[in-house]
Structures are given as structure tokens and as C-alpha cells.
Nanobody, 122 residues
Framework: QVQLVESGGGLVQAGGSLRLSCAAS????????MGWFRQGPGKEREFVGA??????YYADSVKGRFTISRDNAKNTVYLQMNSLKPEDTAVYYC?????????????????WGQGTQVTVSS
């Protein structure tokens, strides 16, 4: 069992930056690909990006602005968000997968975090 806890959300002005963290419990963090998702008000959940053992992948809407990284020694994956826009406002979730991923995400996810709110004001 893996527990994921996101943090780092908050209120930021358009053009600003935030770094989200997703801390995982357990000793097998390095065996998982990690994905980031978001769900804005009144919207469906959408894929933001992912990192597996070979590469990182991003949705077109965040490419060039967001960066995913991981620190296996700290059991943590990060989402650095720059040049934030009001349309980035959402609850952001991390998820763990046993699969390789692609630009569309990972095939399935085994565990999900509870989410952290990001609000970007105009």
C-alpha cells in the first residue's frame, strides 16, 4: 500500500510560480511512475504530466511552463509550475502507476493522493 500526500498549493497571481510536492509512503517509490492531474471547477479531471523511468511527459496545455521531477531518496515527486494562468486553477492530484507512461499519461494508476488546491488570480 502506498499513500500519497500532495502539498504546496495556494493562491498566486497570474504569471507567478508554485511548486507542488507529492510525498509517498513506503519503500518502493522508485518502482512507480508518477502522474499529475488536475480538476478545475466544473471541469473533468485532466492529465497534466507524468514521469516514469525513462522520461517526462506533459499535456500540451502546460508544456514549457510546468516541470516534473522526482527525488527517489525523499520519496517525493514535484510539479514546478511557472507562468501560471487563471485557467490553471484546479485541484491538483498526484497518482502512482506501475506502467510506463506517454504523453497521454500512464495506462492505469494504482494510488491517488487527496489533492491540493491551486488558485491563480488574474
Amino acid at each position: 500500500q502506498v499513500q500519497l500526500v500532495e502539498s504546496g498549493g495556494g493562491l498566486v497571481q497570474a504569471g507567478g510560480s508554485l511548486r507542488l510536492s507529492c510525498a509517498a509512503s513506503g519503500r518502493t517509490f522508485s518502482s512507480y511512475s508518477m502522474g499529475w492531474f488536475r480538476q478545475g471547477p466544473g471541469k473533468e479531471r485532466e492529465f497534466v504530466g507524468a514521469i516514469d523511468w525513462s522520461a517526462t511527459y506533459y499535456a500540451d496545455s502546460v508544456k514549457g511552463r510546468f516541470t516534473i521531477s522526482r527525488d527517489n531518496a525523499k520519496n517525493t515527486v514535484y510539479l514546478q509550475m511557472n507562468s501560471l494562468k487563471p485557467e490553471d486553477t484546479a485541484v491538483y492530484y498526484c497518482a502512482a502507476s506501475h506502467h510506463y507512461c506517454s504523453g497521454y499519461g500512464c495506462p492505469t494508476y494504482d494510488y491517488w493522493g487527496q489533492g491540493t488546491q491551486v488558485t491563480v488570480s488574474s
